[in-house]
């Protein structure tokens, strides 16, 4: 154990101690051990290394280029089961953790859709349902959501040298990448999601704090009625 928390730490793992115990849990192998420090060691997410992350207090299947959820996105959950529904949309779903948990805490119906295939992959292995496809487009038609989560990219293209190694050079761009202001996909989601929010329903969207004013903004150009909590901005149709 000593001997392995050298090395997480000296490959720059500032849990070390944290890490150590997780990879040691994983097997009694010896090599297979050895293969998975190595991994780590040479800079690939610890959630990629295990194979799952905990998020929420459950575990969810995760691989190599497919974005891990972040535990700050454990706020967003809060505020949607908070809210309560019946229904529920994940857009740009990633691994489908975020809607996972939001569906779990309501016991709620839950609609997933993702773009990337490999994301897609994963996100079956975690919930029973999702959609290949851009956005709104691959769901079925005429369903209306209670509750909308939505982990969009939000990151300025000009910003993306500038992410930590980790998400830089292992997560995929299509899941970083938001566009020159970080809102390019946030902004045709607020343009799409009057056709799928229930009446009384909510769209959560997870932003930089400098960014929420200026969704609120976009939310209000079409029409709904937007708030702020911490990083996420809460979407709601107008009285």
Do not use: K
Not at 49 to 63: C, K, M, P, S
Not at 78 to 91: P, Q, T, W
């Amino acid at each position: 154990m000593t001997e392995l928390v050298a090395r997480l730490r000296a490959a720059g793992c500032v849990f070390a101690e944290d890490e150590a115990a997780l990879l040691l849990a994983e097997t009694d192998d010896p090599a297979e051990l050895e293969r998975l420090v190595r991994l780590r060691v040479d800079g690939l997410p610890l959630e990629h290394v295990l194979g799952w992350v905990e998020f929420h207090g459950r575990r969810y299947a995760v691989a190599p280029g497919v974005f891990v959820p972040r535990p700050r996105t454990e706020h967003l959950v809060d505020l949607a089961i908070a809210r309560g529904g019946s229904a529920v949309l994940d857009l740009c779903c990633g691994s489908g953790a975020v809607g996972a948990a939001v569906a779990h805490g309501l016991g709620a119906e839950l609609w997933s859709a993702e773009l990337d295939p490999a994301a897609v992959a994963v996100a079956r292995r975690n919930v029973p349902r999702v959609y290949e496809g851009d956005l709104y487009a691959p769901l079925p038609a005429g369903i209306l959501f209670d509750i909308i989560v939505v982990i969009a990219p939000y990151v300025p293209s000009g910003e993306i040298a500038l992410l930590p190694h980790e998400a830089r050079d292992f997560e995929p761009l299509l899941a970083l990448d938001g566009g020159s202001d970080g809102l390019d996909l946030v902004r045709r989601i607020l343009a799409g999601a009057g056709e799928r929010l229930a009446p009384d329903g909510a769209l959560f969207t997870e932003v930089s704090e400098e960014q929420a004013p200026a969704v609120v903004t976009i939310a209000e150009s079409h029409g709904f009625r937007a708030t702020v909590d911490d990083t996420v901005v809460i979407v709601t149709r107008r009285p």
